[in-house]
């Protein structure tokens, strides 16, 4: 099995639907001794080999949402209500909130895969790296033989940027960046066509980062899968989507192309967002530096 | 690095600002430490509570109320009757009488071993954590000693070599004490490495807090959950290894406890006689004194764990949603934050 | 008014795998100032030995070698326990740096207390409402009477700010303040600090690894890598006119809102090996000196 390139060339098969994932009105909410609804009413279209992020900060829901979009959360959270429907390439309309159990299983990692938070220590400490990566396939495609999987797991790994030498290594050989790395071949190798990625950049350096992104971006531009990329860093959302979410408490205040948010915010959380990184290079945003405030302007 | 999260999944627990919010929301009024520290009252609760306080009530004021348990009577083994509500023993002492004074010798032993041992594994355990190096490595290697030595073997050794005429209340209470507790100072080590290490704790060194300030106002308050889980474990374990010591002769001697009843009751051929009146109530008031501990501790591991708590409230509100026919929305707090969010 | 002089600080780990022991040189030869009213960056990734540096100004950790000197106004050395008196840290994680267990007013009481700042509970009270309103916590006994966890996490690390102070520190070391805080509160926190250096003419480290708060918020940039400050010079030069391969690394992997829309995926790799000059780069002398202090080349 090769990694097809982008399916819509293959010419003989139908068009698959331009929008990949529809979220209608999801709500989830937070069983606590004083419930708190973690999630309001939200709704997105994830178009087929987009790159959506998913903006906020600590507490707005974004992770939330995306283990709801699974069902991967877990008690206390509870969906409430809403309608999640991923529009397969080939195979129609797939309502993930009513599969059961043994078709979730089948959904999951095959269609929709995760890069989680802290992904990094996901990682089986007591097993290669081959194992694991070998241990998706015999779990979702058990009719292929051995040497296709070592070759499969080899390649992708290769895609990545890591070396095959790498496949023999354990968890703790490797560097975080390294380990990133795997965690996205991991999610790469059935040929998803939605990734959700939660802050997989977050706890590396900002070097090691930077190369990642750039993988990702690479990777998705040769397969054309979607990416859900959730952050609460802007700026390298801004480098990086086609579209922005901004969520705020549970709600999706603002929805626009990168250039739009950046260019021209429309609410004002978006824009308090913006002024909340200050420029490398360019002017001092509303920073106070020898007593003038300047916060007034923040565009 | 920013956001640095441990856990891969979203929690309750890892949004405190949203709670913070939500409690500014609702006009609560801060509550003092300790009071925050309680339990809440579940059914679990209340009933060890209760089981407790029956029993420690029963042992505390009961021999006020009985008739003399040593008073010898010719009417020899009898079943409750009006006279004697759990009918005599073989000597025609009254087992209600007996009951309620080795309820109380039981429980004073319990206490004081309870005090003894907690004592002895904080010392050992924090205080050897805090300082660190070869302190704690060598009250590490000491407990882990005490711990590796089969208590029971050496109870009954220790209590055996004293003459039976020494062989009171406190001496079996400081034997006790000595053998248990090297588990619990493991458990308070760990603890303490765990607070040691936190930010709060070095911030307090560096406002220029004095070590034993640190340990007494920083750390301490923070193990009081687990100081009190430990205490009722030491509890039940001695009040269970007390009646075992008795009941094989080697109990206190002129203290009467639960496991001495059990002793006579053995030696006066009570089970083959049918004589459930003499052991049954002894053995029953400590199942149940043990479970009603056993109680209180899992609501302590609720504070310990607040996890465990939001687990049983999730499975409390699911089974209120299941039953409600109307909107699910009618508990949930309007989440319109975003003015107590600038403002912080 | 209170300054630091520090001079070859290095703080060495001997690590013991087995039979063999290896040095992990955590810091090597450090040497900066701190002066009233100057705001010194110590920029870094993590390993990099900022942290460790921050343990030994504050006492936390001893120096394998070096000299840390703190000297006063007239040139009278500070030492011994009034060292605390002088000198105070603020934490990088306002969730663990204050003790769930006691209320806000113990937090900053103690300090003011232990100082010998006031005299007597009514004066003690006093001044810990003062020191509230000073860093924007009103209303000042509400706040005082509740506990870490009813706080926010802004409103927390503007205790920590208080806590530090209170002993009447001339000098600050900030640990990453504001890198586990939500997006939006961190000018809101920095610029509180800019405001009370300003007001007390404090001395202030402020670690971090982000550059651009760096360039905003400090006078001078001291770039560090692998234990070795790498580049040092006023905080605009180092960032728009970078010299050493690492500072120039780092400028480019930031995440720079001015370059949406850049296509990233085509970037070329990073150059990990140009990393390893380890030699010094002083903007101000417009030398480079190696690890012992000699000068190589003049610029």
């Known amino acids: ?299 | 690095m920013t956001n640095l999260t441990p856990t891969t999944e979203p929690s309750i627990g890892d949004a405190p600002d949203q709670l913070a919010a939500v409690a500014d929301a609702l006009g609560e009024k801060p509550r003092s430490a300790l009071r925050a520290m309680l339990p809440t009252l579940t059914p679990w609760l209340v009933t060890g509570l209760s089981l407790i306080g029956a029993i420690a009530l029963f042992g505390i004021i009961g021999p006020f109320f009985v008739q003399d348990p040593t008073v010898i009577r010719n009417i020899g083994l009898s079943a409750p009757s009006a006279d004697h509500i759990l009918g005599t023993t073989q000597t025609g002492q009254d087992v209600f009488a007996q009951l309620a004074y080795a309820t109380r010798g039981s429980l004073e032993i319990g206490l004081l071993v309870g005090v003894l041992a907690t004592i002895l594994s904080a010392f050992f355990g924090i205080l050897g954590a805090y300082i660190g190096g070869f302190t704690d490595e060598a009250f590490s290697l000491f407990s882990n000693v005490f711990l590796v030595i089969p208590g029971l073997p050496l109870v009954i050794v220790i209590s055996g070599f004293v003459p039976p005429q020494q062989r009171g209340l406190w001496t079996i209470a400081v034997v006790l004490a000595i053998t248990g507790w090297a588990a619990s100072s493991r458990v308070l080590r760990a603890q303490t490495m765990s607070i040691r290490n936190r930010d709060y704790v070095s911030a307090a060194r560096v406002s220029g807090e004095r070590s034993f300030r640190v340990i007494a106002v920083e750390i301490l308050p923070n193990l009081l959950p687990v100081l009190a889980s430990q205490f009722v474990f030491a509890v039940i374990a001695a009040i269970l290894a007390e009646a075992g010591l008795a009941f094989l002769g080697l109990g206190a001697s002129n203290s009467s406890t639960l496991g001495t009843m059990l002793f006579y009751a053995q030696n006066g051929f009570a089970l083959p006689l049918g004589a459930w009146w003499w052991f049954i109530p002894p053995g029953l008031i400590i199942a149940l004194f043990g479970t009603g501990l056993s109680l209180v501790n899992f609501s302590i591991d609720e504070i310990i764990n607040p996890r465990l708590k939001n687990a049983r409230l999730y499975r409390k509100r699911r089974k209120v949603a299941m039953r409600q026919r109307s909107t699910p929305r009618s508990k949930i707090t309007p989440r319109s934050n975003t003015k107590s969010r600038s403002a912080s | 008014m209170t300054s630091i002089e520090v001079t070859n600080l290095s703080k060495h780990f001997v690590l013991r795998e087995g039979l063999k022991r290896n040095t992990l040189k955590a810091v090597d030869r450090v040497s900066f100032d701190l002066t009233p009213g100057r705001t010194v960056a110590l920029v870094g990734e993590s390993g990099s030995g900022k942290s460790t540096i921050a343990r030994m100004l504050s006492r936390l950790e001893k120096p394998t070698s070096g000299r840390i000197k703190v000297t006063l106004d007239d040139g009278t050395q500070v030492g011994g326990s009034i060292y605390r008196r002088h000198v105070q840290m603020v934490f990088q994680d306002p969730f663990a740096s204050l003790n769930p267990f006691h209320s806000i007013e113990h937090h900053i009481a103690r300090p003011l207390v232990l100082h010998h700042r006031t005299k007597g509970r009514a004066q003690t009270h006093e001044r810990v409402l003062q020191m509230l309103e000073r860093v924007n916590l009103s209303p000042a006994a509400d706040m005082a009477m509740r506990r870490p966890h009813e706080l926010s996490g802004g409103q927390r690390q503007r205790v920590a700010i208080a806590r530090a102070l209170a002993p009447g520190a001339q000098v600050l070391i900030a640990d990453e303040p504001v890198s586990m805080l939500d997006v939006s509160i961190r000018l809101e926190v920095l610029n509180l600090m800019a405001r009370l250096q300003r007001e007390d003419n404090l001395a202030v480290l402020y670690i971090t690894h982000d550059l651009a708060t760096a360039r905003h918020f400090s006078d001078e940039i001291l770039v560090m890598f692998r234990g070795r400050i790498v580049e040092r010079g006023p905080a605009d030069d180092v960032i728009l006119d970078p010299q050493h391969p690492y500072t120039k690394l780092l400028a480019l992997a930031a995440p720079d809102p001015e370059q949406a829309g850049k296509i990233i995926a085509t970037e070329t790799a990073f150059d990990h090996k140009s990393m390893d000059n380890q030699s010094t780069f002083n903007h101000y002398t417009r030398q480079w000196t190696n690890a012992a202090g000699e000068v190589l080349e003049t610029v």
């Open chain 1, 1 to 299: 099995m090769t990694l097809t390139a982008n399916p819509a060339a293959a010419g003989a098969t139908p068009t698959p639907p331009p929008v990949v994932l529809t979220v209608e009105n999801l709500t989830v909410v937070y069983e606590v001794d004083h419930p708190v609804t973690a999630v309001k009413n939200v709704s997105l279209e994830l178009a087929r080999g987009e790159i959506l992020g998913l903006a906020g900060e600590s507490g707005c829901g974004k992770t939330t949402l995306a283990y709801a979009i699974n069902r991967l959360h877990k008690p206390p959270a509870r969906i409430v209500s809403g309608e999640v429907t991923f529009h397969d390439k080939a195979d129609g309309d797939l309502n993930l909130l009513t599969l059961g159990q043994e078709q979730l299983r089948l959904f999951r990692w095959d269609k929709l895969s995760m890069v989680f938070q802290g992904a990094m220590n996901a990682l089986n400490p007591v097993i290669t790296v081959r194992a694991q990566l070998e241990d998706v396939l015999t779990t979702h495609r058990p009719d292929m033989k051995k040497a296709e999987r070592r070759e499969l797991a080899a390649s992708v790994l290769q895609l990545v940027g890591v070396d095959r030498s790498r496949l023999t290594s354990y968890a703790h050989e490797l560097s975080g960046g390294m380990r990133q790395r795997v965690m996205i071949a991991m999610a790469l190798l059935l040929e998803p066509q939605v990734m959700i990625m939660d802050e997989p950049t977050t706890a590396l350096d900002v070097v090691v980062q930077r190369e990642i992104l750039r993988e990702i971006v690479r990777l998705r531009d040769e397969l054309n899968f979607a990416v859900i990329f959730i952050t609460h860093d802007l700026p390298l959302l801004l480098e990086i989507s086609d579209r922005i979410a901004i969520m705020l408490a549970g709600e999706i205040v603002e929805l626009d192309t990168a250039t739009n948010i950046y260019r021209n915010p429309q609410h004002p959380y978006t824009k308090k967002l913006l002024g909340s990184f200050p420029s490398l290079t360019g002017e001092r945003g509303s920073f106070i530096r020898s007593g003038v405030n300047n916060s007034s302007d923040l565009s």
